[in-house]
């Protein structure tokens, strides 16, 4: 079966197809970016995006949206993760955890499908703790400051993805899928 | 002449009826929350809230939405003072800020009307500086480490109304009505 991903980002497209052809799924490629909804939470803001976007195109289609969640921060910087790390960084989140003692933080990834009727979203989490430093140098955005076990994402390169919050909601997608395709 | 304000916010409304009483301007209230678009910037962020708006909303109508800019963390909160404040709130600000020389701020407010057929935004900006410390009681939000002068906002009560950033905004937008109605 086919589904079409719609991203305007290369790295994301190439893990989820490689994902999706271990299921047997073509993963087909709509490349444009598309308005993201502000919102409470991810779920609500993916959920938006595909229901304003489902009105622009035809047929079924997916996309994806993640964000860093930190407990002690109230679940900063939650959804506008990337907003914040464009614009305070890493050193930002580390300063504000200084002397915090619970660094209790995840990565949340929810996927929204539009089936061709109605929207369903998917999730996948990472759950880890916030260094007391930048650690490695692979991966991007906040890995050098997310401990997973004894190791930064960015201290793990190939591994993360095996165990990361993306591939774990692009695998609960997918199975969804397989599992009701016809 | 009347003009419609699409806010939840009451408070809102009402500076905003008053100041347009002023000019001879009835303001009529939609009281209901919109969509607001992620966005780089506020103004991106106005525009296309009125742009989907207009979809569902009959004849004229204008919104406005507001935020703090910190000139050393990038503009951050900027676009997302609203949920930057519920998380980490004004002691994160402060924390971030420790030790950094360069405090220069300011709020802007911008204001997006469609006038039945196309989109124009307006804005008003207070100039300042990021406190040390939190002082006053009065206002809301960032107020209390919002220096302007020698008060913070929050220390100021009404005479902070005359001199902000969503002041500004609703003068300039009320004289460009008046001067082009009919």
Redesign the interface.
């Known amino acids: 079966m086919e589904l079409t991903f719609v991203t305007s980002n290369e790295g994301k497209f190439r893990e989820a197809a490689e994902i999706a052809a271990g299921y047997g799924i073509k993963l087909n490629w709509k490349k444009m970016k598309y308005?993201?909804?502000?919102g409470s939470n991810l779920e609500e803001?993916a959920r938006?995006s595909a229901e304003?976007l489902s009105r622009e195109l035809d047929g079924r289609f997916f996309l994806e949206d993640s964000g860093l969640f930190v407990e002690a921060?109230?679940?900063?910087?939650?959804?506008?993760s990337s907003?914040?790390f464009?614009?305070?960084g890493n050193e930002?989140i580390l300063?504000?955890m200084?002397g915090v003692e619970n660094r209790r933080a995840y990565f949340l990834a929810v996927i929204a499908y539009f089936d061709g009727k109605n929207v369903r979203t998917f999730s996948g989490k990472a759950e880890g703790e916030i260094s007391t430093e930048m650690r490695g140098s692979k991966g991007f955005g906040y890995d050098p400051v997310f401990l997973y076990g004894s190791k930064t994402f960015a201290e793990m390169g190939g591994e993360k993805n095996k165990i990361s919050h993306r591939r774990k909601a692009l695998e609960t997608f997918f199975s969804y899928v397989m599992r009701n395709q016809g």
Chains 1, 2 share one sequence.
Request: aromatic share 12%; glycine share 12%.
């Open positions: 308005l993201e909804p502000q803001i938006l304003v921060l109230k679940g900063f910087p939650g959804p506008y907003y914040v464009k614009t305070i930002g300063r504000l200084e």
